[in-house]
């Protein structure tokens, strides 16, 4: 089966969706339409399509068409719970560093369900929080995990092992995989990782601090950041862009490489250097 996984905030009325089930069902292939971003009823969904829950046919697809931008995608790899089921992305956003095809290039979609593409491996992050000493919390990430003051400045701490990397007071931190390099950590002055490398990227967010560089660090290591006397400053944990939970003093992040893997698959023979030289 092969899911069609579109944001209809997007895809507007599910045209590219309805194109999608068209082609591919004159050619054979099974589908179903597993919306991202919006339930079943809503007034964003067209009411003549029937839906399905990725999660719940997640096991049964050999393919999922991802019509949207990078945040669809994270939302569907989010749904897929570790799974290891390759995703083609279409891009319907703005910079679309993980899709593989533009609209215009949509025709493509039946190459890419006969099995005519490659793919490319993407690290990803196992994430708990402790809290006096017990993990509390745990998740798993493709972009990054960030810890975020809610609008004041908190104080961090970041060790490498056992080893103290940095501390600072700032509005937050960030942890990212090579794929998410291109996302927040970009955005917050980190560096561009070419997405198939095997590291972690902690990229300072504003801090009060001229000292407080990012630092790329080697997969096989363990990153673990403290949140430094909040008192009755607030803090929390975003997973992927998702706010998952609030966070006291003294708690602490701790990612390792996962090994779960997410699937990107790529079609054409453009780079990830001349993507990224078109998109920024």
Not at 50 to 61: K, M, Q, T, V
Not at 104 to 118: C, K, P, Q, W
């Amino acid at each position: 089966m092969i899911a069609i996984c579109p944001n209809p905030y997007r895809d507007a009325d599910l045209d590219y969706s309805r194109r999608a089930m068209e082609m591919l069902s004159k050619e054979g292939f099974a589908c179903a339409v597993c919306p991202v971003f919006a339930a079943e009823g809503e007034d964003v969904l067209p009411r003549d399509i029937s839906y399905r829950r990725l999660e719940e046919i997640g096991d049964d697809c050999s393919l999922l068409i991802v019509i949207g931008g990078d945040g669809t995608i994270l939302s569907v790899v989010r749904a897929l719970r570790g799974r290891s089921i390759p995703v083609l992305g279409i891009n319907l956003g703005t910079k679309g560093f993980m899709t593989a095809l533009e609209a215009e290039d949509f025709d493509n979609i039946l190459s890419a369900a006969r099995g005519s593409y490659r793919i490319s491996e993407r690290m990803m992050l196992d994430v708990a929080i402790e809290r006096g000493g017990k993990v509390i919390y745990t998740d798993l990430a493709l972009n990054d995990a960030v810890i975020h003051g809610y609008g004041e400045c908190i104080n961090i701490t970041a060790y490498c092992c056992d080893d103290k990397m940095t501390g600072y007071s700032g509005d937050g931190v960030i942890v990212a995989t090579p794929t998410g390099s291109t996302g927040y950590s970009m955005s917050a002055g980190g560096p561009i990782v070419e997405p198939e490398a095997e590291a972690f990227i902690l990229t300072p967010i504003c801090a009060h601090s001229i000292s407080a560089k990012p630092f790329v660090i080697g997969a096989q290591k363990t990153i673990s950041i403290k949140t430094e006397k909040l008192h009755t400053r607030r803090a929390y944990l975003s997973i992927d862009g998702n706010s998952v939970m609030d966070l006291s003093s003294g708690d602490r992040m701790i990612v390792r490489r996962s090994e779960h893997r997410t699937m990107m698959v790529r079609m054409g023979d453009k780079t990830f250097f001349e993507t990224a030289y078109e998109k920024l």
